[in-house]
């Protein structure tokens, strides 16, 4: 259990788009406690989106707009397709699955504290 597993990033030019995967291989879990997180060199961490507990999605400022937050629901993969892609959203990019406790599910999907299980991070670097 616990085991998340991000993949899909990479080097790209301003304005170029990336889509980034999530799996969790455990799928035992929350449907509504899924999110991507981000953390640049010298900034805390922050968030991008997350699913609400109505199911849809919440996006930080910065990505509305230019990121989308999706589901395969067979396999329960998480997505996070980037586009517009500036030379400040270079970081490393997290995905959070399961809620850390069973009110979770109703918490601020925008809140890394909602999530019980982090990745390892994949690299975004965009250059201008």
């Known amino acids: 259990q616990g085991q998340v597993m991000e993949s899909g990033g990479g080097s790209v030019e301003s304005g170029g788009s990336l889509k980034l995967t999530c799996d969790y291989p455990p799928r035992v879990y929350n449907t509504f406690c899924q999110g991507w997180f981000r953390q640049a060199p010298g900034k805390e961490r922050e968030a991008v989106a997350g699913?609400?507990?109505?199911?849809?999605?919440r996006y930080a400022d910065f990505a509305k707009g230019r990121f989308i937050l999706s589901q395969e629901n067979v396999r329960k993969i998480l997505y996070l397709e980037m586009r517009a892609l500036r030379p400040d959203d270079t970081a490393i990019y997290y995905c959070?699955?399961?809620?850390?406790?069973?009110?979770?599910?109703?918490?601020?999907?925008?809140?890394?504290?909602?999530?019980?299980?982090w990745g390892q991070g994949t690299q975004v670097t965009v250059s201008s």
């Open positions: 699913v609400a507990g109505d199911g849809l999605p």
């Open positions: 959070a699955r399961e809620c850390v406790d069973k009110d979770g599910w109703n918490a601020d999907p925008l809140s890394p504290g909602r999530y019980q299980y």
